[in-house]
Each structure stands twice: as structure tokens, then as C-alpha cells.
């Protein structure tokens, strides 16, 4: 019985640490700014998305806001001239791999490692730069990712809040949910691929504001 149930512990601590970016146990991972300003940022996955994409980007512009974009590879390859727009309108671009598939979760080092050139590769050909900032994706990390961030001086980039806004949340739902966890130096997780991702961050954007906090470029304090 003791030995299952330290069995058991072993098991839930392996699963705690790969399945949460925020407990830092095998990658160290930006997961919030200490900073004590009002100031939080916005940061979006999986796109590009060319219907909805260029309509985060026209909020965004409308409302002199700078957000963070982690793209995935294959996404950049099929929206270049979109990825340009939002360098060019004051963006930062992150990786969030080649194809986004779950299979990079439990990828040896040299698959994660070969997955992320990729990206870089297709980055430095459409904005002229190399890429160091990634988001992995479900925030899921292990040790063979580790050693590849590592070798390649990749920054991991996590969340103070996520929204679950890919889970059907009503608007309402997910405004609380940021205001609950609104406080200085938060990141916040949104996604730009969504049928309703222009709406909603016009609400959010407004939410923040009206609670006191400015939105800040995320890149100035990595």
C-alpha cells in the first residue's frame, strides 16, 4: 500500500510538472512581469488565421494596443504577408511550433529541436529575425523539451491568465474570469483563430481599461 501510494504521488508530480507551465519544474518559463505598475499584456496562439486574424489586428490598431502573437510555422507559411502586417503595426511574433500537433509533447530533444528551426527558419525568411520567444503548446513541458530550449537559448513564454476561450465560454464567463485575476504584470492568454476573437477583445481591452490597468508590449520586459 505505501509503495502505491508513493507510486501514485510520483505519477501525480510527473503529470503536475509536465501539464503545468507555471510550476517551472522543468523549464523556466516567463509566466508573469514583476512589475508594480497597472500594466498587463495580451498574448495570442494559434494563429495566423486569415479571416480572423486581420480582425484582432484592426482592434488592436483601433485601440493603440501591442500584443504578442505566438504563430504557428505552418500558419506563417500560408498568411506571410499577414505576419508582416503585424510586425510592421508594432507586434511581437513568438513561436508556438511547426504544426501544433500533440505528438511535440512528447517529442525527443532532437524532434522539439528540429520542429523549432523549422519555425525559426520560416520566420527569419517572412520578417528578416531570428525568433527566440516560444509558447509550447497546452503550456504542456517536459525534460527533452527543456534540453532543446536550452541548447538553442529559446525564452519560454507561459500565462498568468488563461481565458479558456476555445471552450465555448460565453463573453460574460470569460470578463469575469480576467477580472478576477487581474493584477499588475499579468499575461493573459487569448486566441486570434476564433469566429468571435475580434468581439471579444474589444470587451476585454475595455474591461482592463476600466479597471485602471494599460496594456503593455510584453517584448520591452523579456
Known sequence: MIISAILLALLAFLVYASACIKSQIYVRATCHI???????????????????????????????????FFC?????????????????????????????????????????KFDLQQCQSIIRKVCGFDCVLFRPPFGVTNPSMAKSLRIMGIKTVGWTIRTFDTNGKSD???????????????????????????????????????????????????
Open 34 to 68: 514583476p512589475t508594480t505598475e497597472n500594466c498587463v499584456f495580451l498574448t495570442f496562439d494559434d494563429g495566423p488565421d486569415a479571416e480572423q486574424t486581420p480582425q484582432v489586428l484592426d482592434v488592436l490598431k483601433n485601440n493603440n494596443v501591442s500584443a504578442t
Open 72 to 112: 504557428v510555422g505552418n500558419k506563417i507559411e500560408q498568411n506571410a504577408e499577414l505576419v508582416k502586417k503585424m510586425v510592421a503595426e508594432g507586434h511581437t511574433i513568438g513561436m508556438h511550433t511547426y504544426a501544433h500537433n500533440w505528438r511535440f509533447t512528447i517529442a525527443n530533444a532532437n524532434k522539439v
Open 172 to 222: 460574460e464567463k470569460l470578463l469575469q474570469r480576467i477580472e478576477k485575476q487581474l493584477t499588475p504584470g499579468a499575461i493573459i492568454l487569448l486566441h486570434d483563430r476564433l469566429p468571435n476573437s475580434a468581439q471579444r477583445l474589444q470587451k476585454v481591452i475595455e474591461l482592463i481599461r476600466a479597471k485602471g490597468y494599460t496594456i503593455g508590449n510584453l517584448a520591452k520586459y523579456l
